[in-house]
């Protein structure tokens, strides 16, 4: 039986982009501690394949389609779930993405961005990461007086890395609203909190760290070679961070916190 601090089997989580990677392993982690867990995306087949995932562990979920970008369809989303489980306590916000073109090459000049690069990037860490999903699941949270939400940031947001700058900014105003909807909420019975991972090997990052051969790149050896623990991280070591901040029990008294969860990389100046 879970320990009462970290036991979420009252709650109904939602995890937007639990199809992918980081999120998937939290719908996990979620649904492990006894929650009930909706894993929303676009991908029904994805989503099919984590929900049965979870089920086959003893997890309760449901996949629900839904565009973060669009208002509408995630609002159709939270009325659905709210339908087939009852309101929405919890809000993991784990969408999100990089575009090729607003990732600058080496010896590239900033100057000469693509607008439109650096917009896609912003819609998808901001936008759809964050802004929307808190409007449409935060009321229904601020409505019934009860809601921790969750917001995935990312270390690059505290310092920028070379290279990834729009990412960086996004990641910067996630963390930025986080706090903004925190101070917002507080008295409300929301909790929002953001986690920022360090750096964990996903189908979107991986030939940025690892050679075709399999071998470490060039700049994965940078980064191991800076992180204290030596390797990348494993997405399910995201699970204890999120159950923890997901429980009313365990963390009632923390808003606004940003949880890095990073092997150690940011404590390294040189």
């Not at 917009?119 to 019934?144: D, E, I, R, S, W």
């Amino acid at each position: 039986m879970a320990s009462p601090l970290f036991d979420l089997s009252n709650d109904v989580a939602v995890v937007i982009g639990g199809t992918g990677g980081l999120g998937g392993a939290m719908a996990h982690a979620l649904a492990a501690a006894g929650a009930r867990v909706a894993v929303v995306g676009r991908n029904a087949e994805r989503g099919g394949q984590r929900v049965q995932a979870i089920e086959a562990e003893g997890g309760q979920a449901h996949f629900q389609a839904a565009d973060a970008l669009s208002f509408d369809s995630l609002a159709a989303a939270r009325d659905a779930i709210q339908a087939h489980w009852g309101t929405p306590t919890i809000l993991v916000n784990a969408a999100g993405g990089n575009h090729p073109q607003a990732t600058l090459p080496p010896g590239a000049d900033f100057c000469e961005l693509p607008l439109d690069a650096w917009q896609t990037v912003f819609n998808l860490n901001l936008v759809g990461g964050v802004l929307l999903p808190c409007q449409v699941f935060g009321k229904v949270m601020v409505q019934a007086g009860r809601g921790s939400i969750i917001n995935i940031a990312s270390m690059s947001g505290m310092t920028p890395l070379s290279r990834v700058v729009a990412y960086s900014a996004a990641k910067a105003a996630v963390i930025n609203l986080t706090k903004f909807l925190a101070r917002e909420w507080a008295t409300q019975g929301v909790r929002v909190n953001a986690i920022s991972p360090g750096f964990f090997p996903a189908e979107q990052n991986r030939a940025l760290l690892y050679n075709e051969d399999g071998s470490l790149s060039e700049r994965g050896s940078q980064i191991i070679g800076h992180t204290p623990m030596g390797r990348f991280g494993n997405p399910e070591e995201l699970g204890g961070a999120v159950v923890w901040l997901a429980s009313a029990a365990a963390s009632s008294f923390v808003t606004g916190q940003n949880i890095v969860v990073d092997g150690g990389f940011s404590a390294v100046t040189i």
